[in-house]
């Protein structure tokens, strides 16, 4: 397996990724369990089709982007409205320590399984954890909680391209080379839209 396919399969996209969950903890208020549920299904069936897959292995991939942008935002808000407002942040504490905690196992597990047994092996384990996770929202009982509230389409348009720009550019620095045109002119144009986002 070539070096830019290993860059897919492995995810280096995923160091970008805890911006735009903080953008979309603003609009999570309006999305419910069955977001939720609808990501994980999309995580259940695209993990072993990627797990499987040989030329259409990126489409998988962004399949699975997909299920992760469903599940991330709507998961956090379940956690906040499963705990009254003084404990909140202890929710919060146990969600971020377990998150944190297989963000750290992962690659050193999925490095495992690549070397002893084959790459695929990275996606077909979540599947299991998929269909636990899956059996414990059926367990959860919560009533939708609503908050009248626009989604910021201008802002959401700019966290998209300012990160894609950033992360195209970092990601094909080796391809391009770190002096070349088209990796500091997306890192750069990427950083400046990121700096309109937030202001």
């Not at 906040?80 to 003084?86: E, I, T, V």
């Not at 998150?99 to 599947?127: D, H, K, M």
């Amino acid at each position: 397996m070539d070096g830019h396919r290993l860059r897919v399969v492995h995810g280096r996209v995923h160091r970008a990724r805890w911006p735009a969950r903080r953008h979309h903890r603003a609009q999570a208020d309006r999305r419910d369990r069955d977001r939720a549920v609808r990501g994980r299904l999309d995580g259940l069936w695209s993990e072993p089709d990627t797990g499987v897959a040989e030329t259409w292995l990126i489409v998988c991939r962004v399949l699975q982007g997909i299920g992760g942008a469903l599940l991330i935002p709507s998961t956090t808000v379940l956690v906040l409205n499963s705990f009254p407002p003084a404990e909140r942040g202890k929710g919060l504490a146990v969600f971020f320590i377990v998150a944190g905690l297989f963000t750290a196992v992962g690659p050193i597990a999925g490095s495992y399984l690549t070397q002893y047994w084959t790459w695929r092996a990275i996606f077909w384990i979540n599947v299991p954890v998929a269909l636990i996770s899956l059996t414990e929202f059926a367990f959860i009982d919560l009533k939708d909680v609503k908050h009248p509230a626009r989604i910021d389409w201008g802002g959401a348009a700019l966290l998209v391209a300012g990160m894609g720009l950033t992360v195209l550019g970092l990601q094909e620095s080796d391809a391009w080379g770190w002096g070349s045109v088209a990796t500091i002119g997306s890192i750069v144009l990427g950083l400046v839209i990121l700096g309109l986002f937030v202001a």
